[in-house]
């Protein structure tokens, strides 16, 4: 199996919450990183989405960082929400 990993950096203007994390995270840039299998089995190459992660600041120590495990639609619906806020 072969797997491939895609890093972004993705800046939210604003404060805001994504599914499945409890807090309110503050604007600022964030590394997303998307894990990707390849699916062996066809005659051309196909990628499948296996995970979502998100580098977030620790909660309990101040300075830290933290990867927790997101859902992409969630990402994109809280990016569109951030660019729908108004200042």
């Known amino acids: 199996m072969t797997i491939r990993s ?14 499945g994390i409890a807090r309110q995270l503050p604007a ?15 005659s051309f190459p196909v990628w499948r989405r296996v995970a979502t992660l998100i580098t977030v600041p620790s909660e ?5 960082t933290e990867r927790l495990a997101i859902g992409s639609v969630d990402l994109a619906d809280a990016q569109a929400a951030d660019r729908e806020r108004r200042p």
Do not use: C, N, Q, W
Not at 6 to 19: D, I, S, Y
Not at 28 to 41: K, L, N, R
């Open 6 to 19: 895609r890093h972004e950096t993705v800046t939210f203007k604003h404060p805001f919450h994504l599914r």
């Open 28 to 42: 600022g840039a964030y590394e997303v990183v998307t894990d990707e299998e390849m699916i062996e089995e066809l």
């Open 60 to 64: 309990s120590l101040r300075g830290a």
